[in-house]
């Protein structure tokens, strides 16, 4: 008591027990390591040793020991490699028969491993996982028991399935370890094995629902570990493992045969086992594209045709005749399965969504690589299809078959589910076509389609709440646009599109919503079904949505629309549809709707919208007639939805989309109409797409410069692209010509070609400027013209005949110079890209396609120097013509400038003349000189006496600082003028104080 119990015996253990171990050997061969823990290897001797090898004992003793010491705390990271050796060689002994006990330790001791390793290290993780993934291989090998029909085989496949589970739901990173290991394959494969044995069992009695237990605990773990995409494609390894499970759900006489004998009743009739096996492909075929191929072909496998050896005529002497391959057997099993599940008791809701789970598998089984399989799969009644669209119809439009009356469906919400998937079955069905489609088209699926989207008042369907009938009504309107577009046909002889544009009538009447006594809906409607996200038309914001007049009812227009837009789309019997929608007034009502929805621009609204536009745009396309039927009011439509602002885009509600639609309308509904094409002329058609491309994103234009391009052969579209103007703001005088140079060199610099928007001449050794390369290849010349802008752009400037418009610098005459050689350049690397495909080939061309050859590149040559030589030309000549301007606007600058230039020399020397001392002495010297120069002499005195000179001079303020070269006196101011010589002296008094005399 109070010691440390150890493995084997307590540590208090008599004597005369130590002295019973054999010599040599120790009593307590597991003692503790030294770190304290177990003692692996020891065992591993016990186990292994030649003198204990066979003493069942001994190893029974301490296997119980080993496992009951980890059952609680689980095993040591470092102890699993140890584990998994100890494990190996215990289910050796327990396959040959050795002891059942050592199935019963080797279960035991394998069961720890669903706990948590103890004492991981960082460090070693990647070796311990290996060592698990090593344990759970071992533990795999217990399973994949070829001839393991003993009740022994049975009890430890139990035990063994049992840890297998608990590991995978121990932690999410076991089922990774999992995938790694072969448990899934072995599992796969002991679920085949145990099934073909049980269908070889000829007892129905309720013992053989026991021995059928196994197998129901081998699915039920299966399709838990197959819920990780790594464990459901290793289940597939085993080509035969899944089939023959679905085999034993179905009591088909092909499934009978691939077993063996037949399906047991306790198999096919028990639900747990039916879930799991429909559980595990589910999960098979959602584990990826790859995986659920391989789970299709699978399951689509059939068994090989029989040979029919008396021949046809049943004499048996003619040729053995090949007859056809029978249906795969797993799928006529599901077949059966399903018709089984559809017609039982679904008293329970368990059983109501395993019916729908079935389902939903054969939704997702159903592909184009599976069409044919599934069309030819059979149950006892019938095929699998029209299992499908009988019980998709029933309720509502039941037959006469016997199984309309065993199909029970509700309004539960597990019925309304089950609608649903199979209407997406049937849908997927008529998509994959071949036989599908045949079967689609026998059951009455395109009726009640219609009879959904009629909305007759008082009609009795189903009992379904408000929210159901509208989604499955918004359902239905999708599924017309399917069905009806497989089944052409189909859908005229029932007036589907009379019913359809009834539908669009209705959806657009303004009717008041019913509200209760305090003014609220009592039906929102529209945010319901999948198909529609809510509905805004209430046009103030303030109101609360449900409040506005015909709210709800946008839900089902824009279905009606996509519903109309896929018929129309339709290959081979759009025209048919075209013409009958054309017939009954659809081009009107859609026009109407067009302009009723030109001011809305909420997301709902612009889909609504972008439906019409392509719808209208490929109803023109169907004939000129069509066409013309557009009218003054629809051009002006269309060329206003195509004026959207470009930066609304950026909101990525659906304005970029809707612009994308009214160029496709007016392409389709313009071009080749001559009538059409003088009124879109006429409204500034032509101008609005000029200026769309001016503002657009790159990726919008290929389309507007095709639709240009196609207008160019009216007269007058060149006298428009002539005088067009960019409306940007400072842009008025950028021409087409800009705009175009500007688009073809975007496009050459996205595709890599050299000098792409830089004054650039073609270098000598470029024979191909038009590859990014520089050199052709064998093949996408020709393609380039179609995948590119560059030769739309081309048709354009030839349509205005490369006119030098005002305003182009030398640098774009230089690329407008290379556009106009464009065809020319591209017809040289057409016969390159022929010679190097010859060349690649093998193929040596005749004497004369050689000088075709040779010519062809040698023209090319010569083409390349002459655009060369025309770019250095126009570069020159811009080059001068830059020189010239600025010497001619440096000269009128000078002029403008020669008065101010004076003002400013004269000021320069006034300032010197006057801000220095020496030089004013020398102005006031010449100053007094020329005075004295200008001075003319006195007449001599007459006897009238004297002249009188005091008032000759200049007032005594004389305060000039400017001194002229010469000083003139008038005649008052000559002396002896006045006639007095009393005072024959002038005295001046100039700025610096002294005077100036004067005799």
Known sequence: EGKVEKFGRSSAMPSSAAAAGRAGFPTNPAETTA???FNFGRVVKLLTSKHSADDIDRHTHALTRLAKVHEKTGYRAADISDLATIAEIVLQKACRGLNPTYAQNFAAIVAPIALPLRDVRVSTRATDDANVCRLLNVVAKALDDEDGATQDTAQREKHVVSTVLQFARADPHNLDKLASSQIPVCLAAACGRVAKRLAAETSDSINFAEEAAPLNTLTFVLSEITRHPGCAAAVLE?????????????????????????????LYTDEDFIGSVIEIMWNTLEAGHDTASRARAQLSARPAPAVDEGGSGGGGDGPAEEKPAPPPPALCAFADCFHRLCIGSHATAAARQLRNDTATVLMLLIDGS???????????????????ARAFTTAEMPSKHPDCKKMRLSTVSEDFEFHKILQSCLERATAV????????????????????????DGRKMRDWTEPQLEELELLATHGLGVVGSALPELFLRLRGCTVLLELIGWSTEVTAPTVDAGGR?????????????GDFSATDRSQAVGTAANNGRRAYLLQALRCMRRLVHHDSHGQDLVRELVDQGAMAQLLELLDSLLDQNDKFALWIQEEVLHTLAQICR????????????????????SQHDVAKFERNIGYREVVVAAVDALWAGVVSCHLNEGMFLEFGGLFALLDLLDVEPPSMHNAVLGCISDLCGYADTRKQLIHWRSPRPGAASYTTAHLLIRLWEDEERRLGIEGAGEAFVIKEDDEFPLLPGGAPGVTGTVDEVTETIRSKVYALLACIEFAKLPGLSGRELAVMEKIKFYLTLKAGEVWAEVKNALDEAGVEPTATDVELLDNGISANREHVANLREGQKALLSTELEQQTKDLSNTFDDIAFRHYAEEQAATRLAETVVRTSEHDKLLDARQRQREQIATSRLKCEPVTDAGAAHHESEGRPESYNGTVFPSQLLLSGLLQPGADGSAADDTIRLETALGSEIEAV
């Open 370 to 388: 599976t069409a044919e399989a599934v069309a030819a799969a059979q149950c006892p009644v019938g095929s699998l299809l029209s299992t499908v």
């Open 238 to 266: 085993s080509p035969t493992a899944l089939p023959d499970l679905i085999c034993c759900i179905g009591a088909t006489p092909s499934s009978r045969a691939r077993l063996g004998g037949r399906a047991p009743v306790a």
């Open 622 to 641: 169907a004939s000129e007639h069509n066409q013309e039927l557009l009218g003054e009011a629809g051009i002006r439509t269309l060329i206003a939805y």
């Open 35 to 37: 770190d304290g823990g």
């Open 521 to 533: 809906r009592l039906f929102r409607g529209a945010g319901n079904g999948p198909l529609s996200t």
């Open 433 to 456: 076509g071949g036989g599908c489609r045949a079967a689609v088209a026998q059951g009455n699926v395109l009726g009640l389609f219609l009879e959904y989207a009629r909305r007759r």
